[in-house]
Nanobody
Framework: QVQLVESEGGLVQPGGSLRLSCAAS????????MRWHRQAPGKQRELVAV???????NYADSVKGRFTISRDNAKNTVTLQMRSLKPEDTAIYYC???????????????WGQGTQVTVSS
C-alpha cells in the first residue's frame, strides 16, 4: 500500500508565501513524476506543477514565476514553494505520484488527502 501525506496548508495574506510538502511511503519501487494539483470551489481540478525523477519541471501558466516544485528522491518527498500568492490561488491542493510499486507494475493514481490553502486579507 502506498500513502501520500501532505503537510498542512493555511491562511495567508495576498502577496505572502507558503510551502507545502508531500511524503510518499509504503511499497514503492520507484517514483516517476510527482505532481501538485489544486481544486478551487466550483472549478475543476487543475494541474499546477510537475517534476520528473530527473528534476525536470513544468508549471501551469497561472503559477509560473511564483511557484517552485522540488523533490527529494531519497526521501520520496515533493515540495511546492508558493510565493506572491493571490486570492485566486485559494484552493485545496493535492499531491499525486506516478510510480512503480514493483519493477513492472506502474500506478498513477495515488493521491494525497488534500490540504486547504486560503489567500485572503
Amino acid at each position: 500500500q502506498v500513502q501520500l501525506v501532505e503537510s498542512e496548508g493555511g491562511l495567508v495574506q495576498p502577496g505572502g508565501s507558503l510551502r507545502l510538502s508531500c511524503a510518499a511511503s509504503g511499497s514503492i519501487f520507484k517514483i516517476n513524476e510527482m505532481r501538485w494539483h489544486r481544486q478551487a470551489p466550483g472549478k475543476q481540478r487543475e494541474l499546477v506543477a510537475v517534476i520528473t525523477s530527473r528534476g525536470t519541471t513544468n508549471y501551469a501558466d497561472s503559477v509560473k514565476g511564483r511557484f517552485t516544485i522540488s523533490r527529494d528522491n531519497a526521501k520520496n518527498t515533493v515540495t511546492l514553494q508558493m510565493r506572491s500568492l493571490k486570492p485566486e490561488d485559494t484552493a485545496i491542493y493535492y499531491c499525486n505520484a506516478d510510480l512503480y510499486i514493483t519493477p513492472s507494475i506502474r500506478r498513477g493514481d495515488y493521491w494525497g488527502q488534500g490540504t486547504q490553502v486560503t489567500v485572503s486579507s
